[in-house]
């Protein structure tokens, strides 16, 4: 698929368009999912939705390496594909997936065989369930490999549906073990690797479709993946990790510093937070802004009118949420209105945050990685200071 189009009107359709199938999946995906938290933070104590974040946590250290430098690889191959360069597109495409297939399993089975080693200094169960939920790291990975060459393709509806099937599996899942009335932490487990399995599966063979249109292209035979990582990429990589360990250690620090308890109304606050943030028009930006970034006029144009929008979009998002919320926490999950003041602080972040998400795109897109890594590393400095030492 060559992109050659230089009128703002033809990317502001594509970007509509992309941006109103993404909407409409995640609306149906949100709701399913307050659904899926309402059984959840319902049936379990605080205690065991603490041990549960902090299982997801340590368990998604594995799934972050996969994505280290996917903003950098997805950036070349749409550079790649606007330049008509479809030959070292494909090739960037089949290195780094093969990269995350290897490491994926790889991992999985070190964690999944070392898991009694690793965690020696805690119980039988968590062991057990580490193992049980490693299997997410095979399931997840495939995807982040489907995920990267649909959106490349402009296939945002693919991704979408893919989020919207593995909510509604879990819901089916969980409201089968909520009316057995023994819905618990292993149940709860249960339900996101069977929803990750059967939801990868389901949009596999739509995958197969997109990747098909590269059949009469034959691969650059030059390694592309390796010099990128070794030149501007390398900086990217580090962002994503120190950001990935920040975001990972967090509640550990919590548990440290206060209790398991406090993580799982840490978590509340963040949930909620990051669900407002989704909200954002932001599913095309990572394929669009690389397509359009040479044309200089089209790109001030649509930088200019772009960070005044999504700054707006992000006050009129954080005021509702800061009308809609207390009143739905105080209503129905009274155990966790301790987390409403964190969530009052953390919305005043999403205006920033909003105008962040197309800056932070066209960094990538003109190759700044080393100005957004220190940016990144100043913010995660901050973050584990203020949580260590209040």
């Not at 650059?220 to 990128?228: Q, T, Y």
């Not at 030149?231 to 990217?236: A, E, H, N």
Request: net charge positive; glycine share 4%; hydrophobic share 55%.
């Amino acid at each position: 698929m060559s992109v050659k189009v230089h009128k703002s009107g033809s990317f502001m359709s594509i970007f509509l368009k992309g941006e109103a199938i993404s909407a409409f999946w995640n609306f149906i995906t949100k709701g399913i999912g307050l659904l899926n938290t309402f059984l959840t933070i319902t049936s379990l104590t605080l205690y065991q939705y603490g041990v549960f974040q902090l299982l997801l946590s340590f368990s998604g250290i594995p799934s972050d390496f996969l994505n280290l430098g996917s903003a950098v690889i997805s950036n070349e191959i749409s550079r790649a594909i606007a330049d008509n360069r479809m030959a070292d597109a494909k090739r960037i495409f089949i290195e780094y997936s093969l990269v995350r297939f290897i490491i994926s399993v790889l991992v999985w089975i070190v964690m999944f065989f070392g898991a009694t080693y690793f965690f020696q200094k805690y119980n039988i169960d968590f062991i057990k369930d580490m193992r049980l939920i490693s299997v997410l790291i095979l399931t997840e990975g495939i995807f982040s490999i489907i995920r990267s060459l649909c959106l490349i393709r402009l296939e945002f509806g693919i991704v979408a549906l893919r989020y919207t099937i593995n909510k509604a599996v879990q819901s089916v899942v969980l409201i089968f073990f909520f009316l057995q009335g023994n819905l618990g932490l292993k149940q709860l487990i249960w339900s996101i690797i069977i929803s990750s399995t059967l939801s990868v599966l389901a949009i596999s063979f739509k995958f197969l479709r997109v990747y098909l249109r590269w059949s009469d292209v034959k691969p650059s035979k030059k390694i592309m993946v390796w010099n990128i990582f070794l030149t501007y990429g390398t900086w990217d990589i580090v962002r994503q990790f120190a950001n990935k360990v920040t975001f990972r250690v967090k509640p550990w620090l919590i548990k440290h510093f206060i209790s398991t308890e406090a993580v799982a109304i840490f978590s509340i606050a963040e949930t909620i937070v990051t669900t407002l943030q989704d909200i954002l028009p932001s599913n095309t930006l990572q394929s669009l802004v690389p397509l359009w970034i040479k044309d200089k006029a089209l790109s001030v144009k649509m930088f200019s009118y772009g960070v005044k929008y999504f700054v707006l979009v992000g006050i009129i998002v954080a005021t509702f949420g800061l009308i809609v919320v207390p009143p739905v926490v105080n209503f129905f999950f009274t155990k966790y209105t301790e987390s409403l003041p964190l969530f009052y602080i953390m919305s005043i972040n999403l205006p920033i945050f909003a105008a962040g998400i197309l800056i932070g795109n066209y960094l990538i897109a003109h190759r700044k990685q080393k100005y957004i890594f220190f940016l990144h590393l100043f913010r995660n400095i901050l973050t584990l200071s203020i949580i260590t030492l209040t």
